[in-house]
Each structure stands twice: as C-alpha cells, then as structure tokens.
C-alpha cells in the first residue's frame, strides 16, 4: 500500500534557474525538459537522479500527482 506524503518534492529547472514545488517533467516558466527532481530521502532534499534503484521504486509508490515525473524518469 503507498505511504501517504507531505513532502512535493521540487523541481529545478537547469535552464531558467526556476525551482518549483512538485516534481515535474518540464519546466512551468521556461518550457525546458531540462530539470532535475529535488525530494526527501532520509530527512535530507537531495537530486532523485542520484538515488539508488530501490528508492527510485519508493518515491514512484508514494501518492503523487498525476503527470509528476514518468516511470521513465525515476528508473
């Protein structure tokens, strides 16, 4: 069963320089697809793209919004 989260996660966007909350797979301000996602692990914000595989799993378990990030991105 997902675990409920309160933390969005982030996303930055290498672009334009803009941080938004959620993850997403585009930039809002820009249109990029040029973004790294920021999210808790462990009590500390840190780049999704530098996670092991079983926590990739994880953060795809938990209830997130619709649209946030492909199964693609997080694997």
């Known amino acids: 069963m ?4 309160s933390d ?3 996303t930055s966007c290498a672009g334009c ?3 938004m ?6 930039c809002l301000q820009c249109g990029a697809d040029s973004v790294e996602g ?6 500390y ?4 793209s530098g996670w092991n595989r079983g926590k990739r799993a994880e953060l795809r378990e938990r209830n997130r919004n619709e649209g946030a ?4 991105s997080l694997s």
Not at 45 to 48: A, E, H, M, T
């Open 17 to 19: 320089g803009a941080t």
């Open 69 to 72: 990030f492909s199964t693609g």
């Open 38 to 43: 920021l999210a808790r692990i462990t009590q």
């Open 45 to 48: 914000i840190s780049r999704v």
């Open 2 to 5: 997902p675990v409920p989260d």
């Open 8 to 10: 969005p996660g982030f």
């Open 21 to 26: 909350r959620e993850l997403r797979e585009k």
